[in-house]
């Protein structure tokens, strides 16, 4: 695990920006594209909107991109809650990559379930049997969820299938989201967090005894790849020695 803590998402933004110019390069002068996820909330908004700006917008091949979600809220595009939506405002609209390369997680036409079995083989058909992004995004709830992989729900428990979707009681919407097995496959993983509300969460994730169905994001634990936490100092402020 790499750990690196800044002074303001601006900071975070910054790293990460580095982080995916650097990872797409690579990924596309050795398999010629490059596979990301993105990741919803609030915390990638300033790294898409800088990646769509100079400097970093003329750093990436977008035409060799393939853009997924980690995960989204099952809404329709145009919803301000969706995650798909807010990506394509801050950076898809703004740089040229294939419309076709990019898969937002929603239909009009399918069940949120019948549309995860979709979107699975979708992710099978671009990324292979190996399932290997290169770069996955994540940001963590000040609950210690990732992705919507929240606490104690049985999506935890899943240990095949790469997509799952589900009804989210407390906040009565379907969620749909990559499964932990699947996204520890990735090469090169990153989270993104900030604020001062993640700290006791963080500490427990990061520091507290192994309990992933109260802090999911302890199940992401790549098998081959890296993982690096991006956090500002008030997220920071309980962990010891970081
Ligand atoms: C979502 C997310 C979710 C998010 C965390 C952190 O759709 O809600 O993808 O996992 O990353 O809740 O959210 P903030 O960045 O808004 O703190």
């Known amino acids: 695990?790499?750990?690196?803590?800044?002074?303001?998402?601006?900071?975070?933004?910054?790293?990460?920006?580095?982080?995916?110019?650097?990872?797409?390069?690579?990924?596309?002068?050795?398999?010629?594209?490059?596979?990301?996820?993105?990741?919803?909330?609030?915390?990638?908004?300033?790294?898409?909107?800088?990646?769509?700006?100079?400097?970093?917008?003329?750093?990436?091949?977008?035409?060799?991109?393939?853009?997924?979600?980690?995960?989204?809220?099952?809404?329709?595009?145009?919803d301000e809650r969706s995650n798909a939506?807010?990506?394509?405002?801050?950076?898809?609209?703004?740089?040229?990559?294939?419309?076709?390369?990019?898969?937002?997680m929603w239909s009009e036409e399918k069940t949120p379930q019948e549309f995860a079995a979709d979107y699975a083989k979708q992710l099978q058909q671009v990324l292979g049997e190996k399932g290997a992004f290169d770069l996955i995004l994540l940001g963590m709830g000040d609950d210690g969820h990732t992705a919507s992989l929240?606490?104690?729900?049985?999506?935890?428990?899943?240990?095949?299938?790469?997509?799952?979707?589900?009804?989210?009681?407390?906040?009565?919407?379907?969620?749909?989201?990559?499964?932990?097995?699947?996204?520890?496959?990735?090469?090169?993983?990153?989270?993104l967090v900030h604020g001062e509300n993640k700290a006791p969460a963080l500490r427990e994730v990061l520091q507290g005894e192994s309990n992933p169905k109260q802090y999911p994001a302890q199940l992401i634990a790549p098998l081959a790849g890296e993982v690096t936490w991006l956090v500002d100092r008030k997220a920071a402020a309980e962990l010891k020695d970081l």
């Open 1 to 78: 695990m790499k750990f690196d803590k800044f002074e303001s998402l601006h900071q975070i933004s910054q790293a990460a920006a580095e982080i995916l110019v650097k990872a797409a390069d690579m990924a596309i002068k050795k398999n010629g594209r490059f596979t990301v996820a993105l990741t919803g909330g609030s915390s990638p908004v300033e790294l898409y909107k800088m990646l769509a700006k100079e400097p970093y917008s003329s750093l990436v091949n977008w035409e060799k991109v393939y853009v997924f979600w980690g995960d989204e809220r099952w809404v329709p595009l145009e």
């Open 150 to 191: 929240f606490p104690q729900t049985s999506v935890l428990e899943e240990r095949h299938a790469w997509v799952q979707a589900y009804y989210l009681k407390p906040q009565q919407m379907h969620r749909i989201t990559l499964t932990a097995p699947l996204i520890n496959r990735a090469t090169e993983i990153v989270f």
């Open 85 to 104: 939506r807010m990506a394509f405002e801050t950076l898809l609209n703004h740089v040229p990559i294939p419309k076709e390369q990019i898969y937002p």
